[in-house]
């Protein structure tokens, strides 16, 4: 079923990048952009004010960590899904301190994006509704 | 981890093999663990592995030494300091709590509209 929201993926592996469209394609999302490092990334995020980004943790140029705070910053309703294999609690709290909503362990499963995609549609639609 | 040239079990720390003293897989920078050649993340933190040559010789090498060891003069204050570093490191690693998908998924729950 096709849904009007849109999403970035950031994340420096074309492979995790091929699996994340083909997944958010098959839940229906309109608009899919997708950048290899943190640094287009941000400017991706900037120009497209997209409702959803998955941003990967560890990248080249910039990572997850720094990229976060610049994307908050220029789309503070933009719902944040980081995608990575850190598992370090304290690593983790500073994403959530940061602004992130969801964060999802690699390597990840289709059950578990689709679901996180879904309560993610969920926060942009109540978003939206208090904004309007 | 298995040596790739004399086939002799290592502890998975190791970077050189115990036996013959070749190097068995690259050492992540961040958490120390050794991971297979050709691996470009760490398959315990994910951090990003720099490849070492796969031919890379052992200890034995002097372009492998810190230039205290190649010359064969370590002082008393230079072991003194590797163990203090040693220890530290070995408090770090210890500190660092590994979360499971679960837990993380408890730790964002709040965000729920």
Redesign the interface.
């Known amino acids: 079923m096709a849904n009007k929201f849109s999403a970035l993926i950031i994340d420096d592996s074309g492979e995790v990048r091929i699996i994340l469209t083909r997944l958010l394609k098959n839940l229906g999302f309109e608009t899919i952009d997708t950048a290899d490092d943190g640094r287009s990334g941000v400017e991706k995020a900037k120009s497209s004010k997209p409702d959803i980004v998955v941003l990967d943790?560890?990248m080249?140029e910039m990572d997850g960590m720094r990229a976060l705070p610049e994307i908050k910053k220029e789309s503070p309703n933009t719902v944040v899904v980081i995608c990575?294999?850190?598992?370090?609690?304290?690593r983790?709290?500073k994403f959530?301190e940061a602004g992130?909503?969801?964060?999802?362990?690699?390597p990840f499963d289709r059950e578990?994006i689709e679901d996180v995609m879904r309560?993610a549609i969920?926060?942009v639609e109540?978003r939206q509704r208090s904004v309007s | 981890m298995k040596c790739t040239h004399c086939d002799t079990d290592n502890e998975d720390a190791r970077k050189f093999c115990r036996a013959c003293g070749v190097a068995i897989g690259v050492m992540c920078d961040r958490c120390r663990i050794v991971n297979p050649f050709g691996d470009t993340y760490c398959g315990m933190c994910g951090f990003k592995l720099m490849e070492a040559p796969r031919d890379a010789s052992s200890p034995s090498d002097p372009s492998e030494l810190p230039p205290q060891e190649r010359s064969g003069q370590y002082t008393a204050r230079d072991i003194k300091e590797l163990l203090t570093l040693r220890t530290k490191l070995k408090k770090e690693e210890d500190s660092i709590e590994s979360l499971r998908q679960d837990d993380i998924d408890s730790l964002f729950g709040q965000v729920r509209p």
């Open positions: 943790g560890v080249p990575s294999s850190l598992t370090d609690k304290a983790i709290l959530k992130a909503d969801f964060y999802i362990l690699k578990k309560q969920e926060i109540h």
